[in-house]
């Protein structure tokens, strides 16, 4: 496992941070790893954490569900 690997979790996994979760992996070394879940909304704009990606990233799509 490497920087720009996926990790997709398994279906038996419980931990709430990790269930159902897609992971891209940013730095794996001796220190430990550092990932982005893909597939969870955050309040933190991803470039406060890696401002260097903002000139690939696109602001959010929200969507607003109304009921009848």
Do not use: Q
Not at 46 to 56: H, I, K, Q, R, T
């Amino acid at each position: 496992m490497g920087p720009g690997s996926l990790l997709v979790s398994g279906t038996h996994l419980t931990e709430p941070v990790f269930r159902r979760s897609v992971i891209y992996v940013i730095e794996n070394n001796d220190g430990g790893t550092l990932g982005m879940v893909l597939n969870r909304p955050s309040e933190t704009p991803l470039v406060d954490g890696l401002p260097e990606w903002s000139a690939v990233c696109s602001p959010p799509k929200c969507s607003t569900w109304a009921a009848r």
